[in-house]
């Protein structure tokens, strides 16, 4: 390989006729007198003798093929292979036209894609893409640690494992997961999750998509391979398993909890559950006293007071209009449409159970070092967000104040947080019950040791201000423009690479991180687990419908031959046996009859009598 062309301190022009180059390879350009400069494959281009050239219209320039003629290439017979190599470093005066160019062992390269200085300690996401070369030279160490799948079968790795070291986290915080459907970006968060799980470290995940199980592992996968993460990791429910207790409810908490549940609360409803909720209040008081005040409300202190004078009534009611006349004389500004809109989103809260529950089990799951998944609707899971976050940030801030303060304080240990749909949790142009709580973990979380790492499909719709604090990004197949657009300003991408995104593979993605100091392509490794969400929906409708007609042959089995005279009687004899899917009239039960006869299973003749199946 050697460089051809016009050169510059930036780019080189790079030629070859036997080694075939992939974008991302990196090579070592021998130029002694810049001390052998590395530079990186942005773009190739072959030429061939079968295809006819068209010089003209080619993004190679006329220097370029000059020079390949000067030293030997025949352009109109050779294959020549060209790529456009970008310096790693801008070299302090133009490469050397004709110097050497070869391809590097790891050792040389080393320093550039290693930023883990104990593999033990690191997350072992997948494989460098462009280093299929260093694989010979690899350490042993660092092979075989990260397969990978090709068309659902485990392949051996070849390449540079790309290795992502949290603890650089603590300079360079947030991670952020983007990729339109189908892209892999699930995927990835999944291995990401495993890799959390292994390393130990207690982390809080919202799977509004029900999908972060763990416990099966995945289809084919190699023994040597395989990892238990049982013990590692726990799923809960909204208001099933967790749930918030209602007396330890401060007036911000409850308002907020109160705003996801309807759509944000107006500023009159804001000052009536100040007025109303007193410290220590449970639900059941809460929602009795604001019942008691829209009634009191609506009958008016004139009608009460003169109920009261006019007419005769037992202890009971008497005591009970007392009560709407102090609820009238101390909450008497407040409007009663206002009072039924507060009860209306409590009401909401609670059929969702979640007043039922505590957070106990989240905080002993962090403190336990595991991986807490949070699941539920999304709309509750936001509520819940905006709870939970607050209570568990604020117990490691605490922590981290009182140590600089040298006080005593119980131990809460750093932790992550890791959402999917994260554009709901945070999104731009609008608020959300955890959109403040995030924000404030995006910006200040790294000096308490709280980390965020946010996926979502759509990144252009996620807060600027968090998605600004994401210094590591993993880019998947992103087609929509805007969604580009974003990901053009908030990472490092190259216009090459920008332009690549819409046709990436399903798990390949561009990593922009500050850690590494430029963008690398990763192929993701195979996880070791697989989500409950593999069947293909329509792979599951064949397999419904094979069973229900299985099960209906084996209850007409012992009635062979059926005559179609016979329909009726059938019919109440298979509406009491307890099948499944019911049949409701002859008609139903003649057309599953002739199912099976389109399947050869039953044979229809024609009788004087009408049809008969056997």
Same mark, same amino acid.
């Given at each position: 390989?050697?460089?051809?062309?016009?050169?510059?301190?930036?780019?080189?022009?790079?030629?070859?006729?036997?080694?075939?180059?992939?974008?991302? *390879?990196?090579?070592?350009? /021998?130029?002694?007198?810049?001390?052998?400069?590395?530079? /990186?494959?942005?773009?190739? *281009?072959?030429? #061939?003798?079968?295809?006819?050239?068209?010089?003209?219209?080619?993004?190679?320039?006329?220097?370029?093929?000059?020079?390949?003629?000067?030293? %030997?290439? #025949?352009? /109109?017979?050779?294959?020549?292979?060209?790529?456009?190599?970008?310096?790693?470093?801008?070299?302090?005066?133009?490469?050397?036209?004709?110097?050497?160019?070869?391809?590097?062992?790891?050792?040389?390269?080393?320093?550039?894609?290693?930023?883990?200085?104990?593999?033990?300690?690191?997350?072992?996401?997948?494989?460098?893409?462009?280093?299929?070369?260093?694989?010979?030279?690899?350490?042993?160490?660092?092979?075989?640690?990260?397969?990978?799948? #090709?068309?659902?079968?485990?392949?051996?790795?070849?390449?540079?494992?790309?290795?992502?070291?949290?603890?650089?986290?603590?300079?360079?915080?947030?991670?952020?997961?983007?990729?339109?459907?189908?892209?892999?970006?699930?995927? %990835?968060?999944?291995?990401?999750?495993?890799?959390?799980?292994?390393?130990?470290?207690?982390?809080?995940?919202?799977?509004p998509h029900f999908e972060m199980d763990f416990s099966d592992p995945f289809p084919g996968i190699p023994e040597d391979y395989r990892k238990d993460f049982r013990d590692r990791f726990a799923i809960f429910q909204v208001g099933q398993e967790v749930g918030v207790q209602f007396e330890k409810l401060g007036v911000k908490e409850l308002t907020d909890l109160l705003a996801a549940s309807g759509g944000g609360l107006s500023e009159s409803m804001v000052n009536a559950v100040e007025t109303v909720h007193e410290r220590r209040d449970s639900f059941l008081s809460f929602r009795n006293r604001l019942e008691g005040i829209r009634e009191a409300l609506q009958m008016g202190k004139s009608k009460i007071e003169r109920v009261l004078k006019e007419e005769a009534l037992n202890r009971q009611k008497e005591e009970e209009l007392q009560q709407y006349l102090e609820y009238c004389n101390k909450y008497g500004s407040l409007p009663v449409s206002t009072v039924g809109g507060i009860i209306w989103r409590l009401d909401r809260l609670n059929r969702s159970g979640l007043f039922n529950r505590n957070i106990d089990p989240v905080i002993n799951g962090l403190q336990s070092g595991k991986l807490v998944v949070i699941q539920g609707p999304i709309w509750l899971l936001g509520v819940f967000a905006t709870y939970v976050l607050g209570h568990v940030y604020r117990k490691r801030r605490e922590y981290r104040d009182a140590q600089l303060r040298r006080e005593a304080a119980e131990y809460f240990p750093p932790f992550l947080i890791v959402t999917d749909e994260a554009h709901n949790f945070a999104p731009k142009g609008y608020d959300s019950p955890a959109k403040s709580i995030i924000r404030e973990i995006a910006q200040e979380g790294r000096k308490y040791g709280a980390f965020l790492i946010l996926a979502t499909q759509r990144p252009t719709l996620l807060d600027e201000t968090v998605t600004a604090q994401l210094n590591t990004k993993f880019v998947f197949r992103t087609v929509r423009g805007t969604d580009i657009a974003t990901i053009k300003e908030e990472t490092d991408l190259r216009p090459e690479e920008s332009r690549r995104l819409p046709y990436l593979r399903s798990g390949d993605a561009f990593v922009s991180s500050a850690i590494f100091g430029r963008t690398l392509s990763v192929r993701i490794r195979a996880a070791k687990t697989t989500s409950p969400h593999t069947d293909n929906p329509f792979d599951e409708l064949k397999s419904k419908r094979r069973q229900k007609e299985d099960e209906f042959f084996e209850l007409i089995k012992d009635k062979l031959p059926i005559m179609e005279a016979q329909a009726l009687e059938i019919l109440k004899d298979l509406q009491t046996s307890g099948f499944e899917f019911s049949l409701d009239s002859v008609e139903q039960l003649l057309e599953q009859l002739n199912q099976l006869v389109r399947q050869g299973k039953l044979v229809k003749e024609n009788s004087p009598f009408g049809a008969v199946y056997r």
């Open positions: 390989m050697q460089v051809v062309g016009i050169t510059d301190q930036q780019e080189v022009w790079v030629a070859s006729k036997e080694v075939k180059l992939q974008i991302n *390879q990196i090579l070592i350009i /021998e130029d002694e007198d810049l001390d052998n400069p590395r530079g /990186e494959v942005v773009c190739t *281009q072959s030429y #061939n003798r079968y295809i006819p050239l068209s010089i003209g219209q080619s993004f190679v320039d006329q220097t370029v093929l000059e020079s390949l003629r000067q030293i %030997g290439y #025949n352009l /109109e017979q050779d294959e020549i292979n060209l790529a456009k190599v970008r310096l790693l470093t801008e070299a302090t005066y133009p490469i050397k036209p004709g110097c050497s160019v070869r391809i590097p062992t790891f050792e040389e390269v080393k320093d550039l894609l290693i930023k883990s200085p104990n593999l033990d300690e690191a997350m072992v996401l997948g494989v460098i893409r462009g280093t299929e070369d260093l694989t010979s030279s690899l350490e042993p160490e660092y092979q075989g640690i990260a397969p990978l799948l #090709n068309n659902g079968e485990f392949v051996s790795q070849k390449g540079v494992p790309f290795v992502f070291d949290p603890r650089a986290m603590q300079q360079y915080p947030h991670i952020g997961i983007f990729g339109g459907s189908g892209s892999g970006k699930s995927f %990835g968060l999944r291995v990401f999750l495993e890799e959390i799980m292994k390393l130990g470290l207690p982390a809080l995940m919202f799977d």
